[in-house]
């Protein structure tokens, strides 16, 4: 198992298609796990297939889309503008820096949270290393970190991955407002208070004594988030083209039924897939009911289908969780129930599993979290896998955070292929942000697979590639604050998988402020070395960033050379444009878009992609 880093994404096509023709190539099936919990940059262009809305062959670009398709389409943008508008669209937005932590599928997780004020349906620009601005939207968050959605499917940011979310300045300034409106109003003449403040002493808070409204009194509140995205891909290679709408609705009612919230998150995706067959598909992702989980309720259930809360390296679940919190903030729970296949249909029924965790905090601030969940499955009622999950977070005031995950299979003598105790999957990272802007990160993964019967979330491997296919990888990102509209950013890795081994090296510059202001000019160069080719090169970009919207231009020159090949082949040299903008309008309504071309040698391939989304 190789890391893809050897291979930038804008030439894996031409250096796919080179390798298909290798006799010793062809015959072997260079499959690779999805990671589940973990960021499989590695693994991007092979995992493609067995995402929850895989990207697809396109119809060919001298036929229209179905009638039917168009009506969709045509249906969901006439219906956003009846949803309510935004509450807070038109306030000004603050850039929060994040960075990436791990990423599956169509899913990223960052390293910020409610307590960075970060909320469910906030905009995330993404930064990666091979250049670009790529974009999503906050589904959930938690305390310290924050699961984002991927708007471009065919982007899987790696760990260390820096980004940014834009949040509304009101949320942190709210307490700041209250206090100099307060200082501002004269204070009036007022007789002497006849309420003495009984049984009041300064160790308590000033609303001790207030009675805090329950859930079960507030008004039940709608909130959400309707979008309708697509994608086009088109090349003069016709096993590189596919297109892929989607459309639905991400919704929150909170106190339904006696103040529990119920959650749904359902899509319509029409793709053309791999065989170039036309596919509508109704993706449910989340329909569930929660209740508890607050200061009134330290216990917490729900029902229904839905990610796992208390060990999201659980994955989703059609069943029922329990979870309940003491009094000195550990947290223990459970879950029961059938886990829907990690494809475009989400079928369920055939994978069934029990499990439970504990979590130990540090104290109030759980500046230091450890955590264990134990799962077992069953695969059409055989026994199939024996999960352990550690979890380690540091997250201080000040100081190096760090996080690190293990997965742990145990194999107890019904599997066909491995024995004994085998780490499947681990990442570990840990960052150090500095008061000037300054940082550094650094991140090792191991990624291997299970053996297990599980279909969807890994593809099908053979047993030779289930015993001895590993990946380790060590990155290393680090950046520099020079001045207050300059950085210097650099990014080190290196793989090593079951036969070679390889790296990559970037250095580039940051200038903001040039020429326009909130502008951001930046320039970049690299290299590296892989198991099917070297490549080097550089790339530019300049863009402009707002709060009502942004725009970036990019351009890449890249040359590579090719292992194994004649004279006369080896070597392409590859140029990529990439535009991609958004516009954020006070009425709720989010339009972003982008649009690549990539040339090398005589090919050619282009992909356009626009998502439309209304917030309410």
């Known amino acids: 198992m190789r890391a893809c880093e050897e291979i930038p994404a804008s030439a894996r096509g031409r250096a796919r298609r080179r390798q298909a023709r290798r006799p010793d190539e062809a015959s072997r099936r260079r499959s690779r796990p999805k990671a589940a919990g973990i960021c499989s940059q590695a693994l991007r262009q092979e995992t493609l297939a067995i995402r929850r809305v895989p990207p697809a062959r396109p119809v060919p670009g001298s036929e229209a889309p179905p009638r039917f398709l ?13 949803l309510p508008a935004a509450r807070g669209q038109d306030k000004a937005l603050e850039r929060v820096e994040l960075r990436v932590t791990a990423a599956a599928g169509a899913e990223a997780t960052v390293d910020r949270g409610r307590a960075d004020g970060l909320a469910a349906g906030d905009r995330v620009l993404f930064y990666p290393v091979g250049g670009g601005t790529y974009t999503g939207t906050v589904l959930r968050a938690d305390d310290r970190s924050s699961t984002v959605e991927l708007h471009d499917r065919t982007f899987v940011p790696a760990p260390g991955t820096r ?11 709210r307490e700041e407002k209250k206090e100099e409106e307060a200082k501002e109003k004269a204070v009036p003449d007022h007789p002497p208070w006849e309420n003495k403040d009984d049984g009041f002493t300064k160790d308590k808070p000033l609303l001790a004594r207030v009675d805090p409204v329950h859930p079960d009194r507030r008004p039940r509140r709608l909130t959400g988030r309707a979008y309708l995205v697509s994608q086009v891909i088109q090349s003069t290679d016709g096993d590189l083209s596919s297109m892929l709408v989607r459309g639905g609705v991400d919704a929150l009612c909170t106190n339904v039924w006696k103040g529990g919230d119920l959650h749904v998150n359902a899509e319509l995706d ?15 992702r989340w329909l569930s009911y929660a209740k508890g989980g607050n200061r009134f309720s330290p216990t917490r259930w729900e029902v229904g289908r839905f990610p796992q809360s208390g060990m999201p390296e659980f994955l989703y679940l059609d069943g029922f969780e329990w979870g309940r919190r003491r009094s000195n903030g550990h947290r223990y729970g459970a879950s029961v129930g059938f886990m829907p296949e990690l494809d475009q249909d989400f079928e369920t029924g055939s994978d069934f599993q029990i499990a439970g965790y504990y979590q130990w905090v540090s104290g109030p601030r759980e500046e230091l979290t450890i ?3 134990f799962q077992q499955t069953w695969h059409h009622g055989d026994p199939d896998r024996d999960l352990l999950v550690l979890k380690v977070l540091r997250l201080p005031v000040n100081g190096w955070d760090f996080n690190a995950t293990v997965w742990i299979d145990f194999y107890t003598g019904y599997d066909n292929v491995k024995e004994g105790v085998d780490v499947t999957q681990a990442v570990a990272q840990v960052n150090r942000h500095y008061a000037d802007g300054s940082g550094l990160s ?28 590993r990946m380790d990888l060590v990155g290393l990102n680090g950046w520099w604050r020079m001045r207050e509209n300059l950085r210097i950013e650099g990014h080190l890795s290196g793989w090593i998988d079951q036969q070679d081994e390889g790296g990559e090296a970037e250095l580039g510059v940051e200038v903001n402020d040039l020429v326009l202001r909130n502008s951001r000019f930046e320039l970049q160069g690299f290299a590296g070395i892989g198991q099917y080719e070297d490549y080097a090169g550089g790339r530019i970009s300049y863009g402009h960033y707002e709060s009502r919207g942004f725009w970036e231009l990019m351009y890449e020159y890249s040359f590579h050379h090719e292992h194994a090949f004649p004279d006369n082949l080896d070597d392409i040299q590859q140029h990529r444009f990439r535009v991609s903008g ?6 709720g309504f989010d339009v972003t878009f982008y649009a690549e071309t990539r040339v090398w040698d005589v090919e050619f391939a282009w992909v356009l992609g626009l998502a439309l989304q209304k917030s309410f």
């Open 70 to 82: 168009l009506r969709i389409a045509a249906l969901l943008a006439l219906a956003l503008p009846l």
């Open 270 to 284: 029409y793709f053309t897939n791999v065989d170039d067959n036309e596919d509508l598909n109704l993706l449910v």
């Open 582 to 587: 958004g516009l954020y309008l006070p009425s």
């Open 442 to 469: 650094a991140t090792y993964q191991h990624l291997a697979f299970p053996d297990i019967q599980r279909q969807g979330e890994f593809t099908p491997p053979l047993a030779a590639e289930i015993a001895d296919d």
């Open 371 to 373: 955590a264990a969940g």
């Open 163 to 173: 980004g940014e979310v834009l949040v509304p300045v009101e949320r942190f300034a």
